[in-house]
């Protein structure tokens, strides 16, 4: 697809990913409406739009007329969500009204304002639980292991239903571990690595959870190429996707090459799971997918070492807008 002159909202488009998104849609011409509620805890940050040829819109996905935003839009890039895993314990009624019912909200404006509109949805590989067999495969047994899950999985269910009764265009792609650019950072809340990041970046040691879990890790231009190549593929409507990257390596092997690239000074400890983590992790976890590769010819590009070193050379003369 060439998106030069093209209407595209991006829901969450002051978030990590969503952010990436728009300025690799906007640098190629698109009309780029970027919506984000800024809801706290959430990965948005007004410096992650910096620079960008973007509408944003400041509402909150869960009450903001979505007709008018979605009012000519060719492609939805569907990425509002709360991901905390912890966050969706403490409060699984916030959970389910951004990732079920919200989503529901935004599939009856898009019925009305965007009917023929490409849905391009962010899922995730959280649905899967403790993996049966790795890599995993979109056929794995779905067990959410957390409140979060289990709404984020409705989300999902919502759009291929939209799919299957009316014939929307909608593809899922169900992501792994993401980083790089942009990244929440001043915490864990959207993944290990940023507060990693942090960590070396401030001169302190990072904590370790385990250790011997393996994760595929996705660096952020990497999961940007594949949402504009699912946005762009007629042959992906009306499926989900697994979306990995790097090879598996395990969080020791993962820490140890974030020290490595960080240089002197950067260190880390090891040490048990706390209580409440333990009973929702997932133990080891890499995407089988093919199915992905084969319908576009998309590869992660990025490997780990190199996506780190540019993480940490990214953050570390902006750190404090990410803190």
């Known amino acids: 697809m060439h998106w030069r002159g093209r209407k595209v909202l991006v829901t969450g488009g002051a978030g990590f990913l969503g952010s990436n998104l728009c300025h690799a849609l906007a640098t190629q011409g698109a009309r780029v409406v970027a919506l984000d509620g800024f ?21 909150d996905i869960r009450d903001v007329d979505l007709r008018p935003l979605c009012e ?24 389910i009204a951004v990732n079920a019912v919200a989503q529901v909200r935004l599939i009856q404006a898009a019925r009305e304002a965007a009917p023929d509109a490409v849905v391009v949805h ?25 409140a979060n899950g289990v709404s984020k999985f409705a989300g999902e269910q919502y759009w291929m239903i939209e799919h299957r009764v009316n014939g929307r ?29 942090r960590s070396v970046l401030e001169d302190r040691p ?35 996707f697994n ?14 090459i974030t020290v490595r690239v960080a240089g002197a000074g950067a260190r880390y400890t090891i040490r048990e799971f706390p209580a409440d983590r333990a009973r929702i ?9 093919r199915a992905f590769r084969q319908a576009t010819g998309w590869t992660p590009e990025v490997g780990l070492e190199d996506g780190i070193r540019r993480s940490l050379d990214w953050f570390r003369p902006r750190l404090a807008a990410y803190l």
Request: aromatic share 8%; glycine share 10%.
């Open 122 to 146: 962010a899922s995730t590989r959280q649905f899967y639980g403790r993996a049966h067999h790795l890599p995993v495969d979109e056929e794995h047994p779905v067990n959410p292991p957390d």
């Open 281 to 289: 992790d997932i133990g080891s976890y890499h995407a089988d997918d």
């Open 169 to 197: 265009p909608v593809v899922s792609l169900r992501l792994t571990n993401c980083y790089g650019p942009r990244l929440r950072i001043r915490d864990a809340r959207q993944t290990f690595l940023g507060i990693w990041i």
């Open 72 to 95: 000519g839009a060719e492609v939805i890039f569907n990425l509002a969500a709360q991901t905390s895993h912890m966050g969706g314990q403490r409060d699984p009624l916030a959970d």
């Open 39 to 59: 809801l706290f805890g959430g990965g948005a940050n007004p410096a992650n739009l910096e620079g960008a040829e973007v509408e944003l819109v400041r509402a």
């Open 206 to 240: 990072f904590e370790v959870w385990g250790g011997e879990q393996l994760r595929d890790m996705t660096y952020v231009d990497d999961v940007t190429n594949a949402f504009l190549l699912a946005g762009a593929t007629p042959a992906c409507h009306g499926r989900i």
């Open 243 to 256: 979306i990995g990257g790097s090879p598996p390596a395990s969080l020791k092997e993962i820490a140890d």
